[in-house]
């Protein structure tokens, strides 16, 4: 998928235009994002399109999307599903051809909506644009869907999907369902980060782990160790602080079963399938050993939602 920060970066051409920040691209995001590939393939699928619309088969399906989230801009908490980067890959895996990152500021929040679909929708040659029912853009979100078609380009309204939002999927990371959270996603939580240096008091246990540094503003799952898979292993994880060891700092651990090899410094994004148990202290170290045995075991066993 070609990526551009600019309008400018990007070839003016006939365009169908999938636009929203799609933090997770969780399910309902992959509907909106698959009615615009649908719509520029061939006849329109989900949704209304406007009175009197045209085709757009053949158009480029393109994505516009936000960078930083627009609500960290405007002074709200955040906690990210995925990064960027992430963001971008998981849009290039359904389909999506192009893509144009704007960079969210106070001053494009401050923009008119007219000036907003000028300079970023009919610069690069939108022909349709696709959104959630809920979508707004410019000052004070003036801008909707009706209005990009009183400026004259077509729309294509997706309807939201029932029981799927990005607040009910973090509220079930933070509580550890990653399962629940999996089945809003439309796959599973995923945790990426650099491997980094750590303890290496796994490898002396006999489960050597990767150690992730994460970005600040990524929602974290709940303590806890999971079951799940990395780099085409499956994986034992753990988050927390290690209170067996009275440690105070969180730490997020995966132990890749069969794996052997060394991550330090790559980027690897670790799927959570189940969580297995909480975290806990232990009468003795032994202890620790049979239990962490036990974990392999139940992540052997355990299966992708």
């Known amino acids: 998928m070609r990526v551009a920060h600019s309008p400018a970066d990007l070839e003016q051409r006939p365009r169908t235009v999938a636009i929203g920040t799609f933090d997770g691209v969780h399910v309902g995001h992959q509907a909106v994002v698959g009615a615009a590939i649908g719509a520029a393939r061939g006849p329109a699928g989900a949704g209304t399109p406007a009175a009197g619309a045209v085709s757009t088969a053949n158009s480029v399906p393109t994505v516009v999307t936000f960078d930083p989230h627009p609500r960290e801009v405007l002074g709200y908490e955040v906690e990210l599903l995925t990064t960027l980067e992430r963001r971008l890959e998981l849009?290039?895996?359904?389909?999506?051809?192009?893509?144009?990152?704007?960079?969210?500021?106070?001053?494009?929040?401050?923009?008119?909506?007219?000036?907003?679909?000028?300079?970023?929708?009919?610069?690069?040659?939108?022909?349709?644009?696709?959104?959630?029912?809920?979508?707004?853009?410019?000052?004070?979100?003036?801008?909707?869907?009706?209005?990009?078609?009183?400026?004259?380009?077509?729309?294509?309204?997706?309807?939201?999907?029932?029981?799927?939002?990005?607040?009910?999927?973090?509220?079930?990371?933070a509580a550890g369902d990653v399962r629940a959270a999996a089945r809003l996603l439309g796959r599973p939580v995923e945790v990426e980060g650099i491997v980094v240096s750590g303890d290496a008091?796994?490898?002396?246990?006999?489960?050597?782990?990767?150690?992730l540094r994460i970005a600040r503003s990524l929602l974290v799952p709940g303590f806890g160790i999971y079951a799940g898979a990395a780099l085409e292993h499956r994986?034992?994880?753990?988050?927390?602080?290690?209170?067996?060891?009275?440690?105070?700092?969180r730490r997020i651990e995966a132990f890749l079963l069969d794996y052997e090899g060394d991550l330090y410094g790559q980027?690897?994004?670790?799927?959570?399938?189940?969580?297995?148990?909480?975290?806990?202290?232990?009468?003795?170290?032994?202890?620790?050993?049979a239990q962490i045995a036990r974990d392999v075991d139940a992540t052997r066993a355990a299966t992708r939602p």
């Open 91 to 173: 849009l290039a895996a359904v389909g999506v051809e192009e893509a144009l990152v704007v960079e969210f500021t106070p001053e494009l929040a401050a923009l008119p909506p007219e000036d907003f679909a000028r300079t970023y929708l009919a610069g690069i040659g939108a022909e349709l644009v696709v959104a959630g029912e809920s979508f707004r853009f410019g000052r004070a979100r003036s801008g909707d869907l009706a209005l990009l078609q009183q400026l004259g380009l077509q729309t294509l309204v997706v309807p939201l999907v029932p029981g799927i939002s990005s607040t009910g999927i973090r509220q079930h990371i």
């Open 201 to 211: 008091r796994g490898g002396t246990l006999g489960f050597p782990t990767a150690n």
């Open 267 to 289: 980027r690897v994004i670790v799927e959570l399938w189940e969580r297995l148990r909480d975290e806990a202290v232990f009468e003795s170290e032994a202890d620790l050993v």
């Open 235 to 249: 994986a034992a994880v753990s988050i927390g602080i290690n209170p067996h060891y009275g440690g105070a700092e």
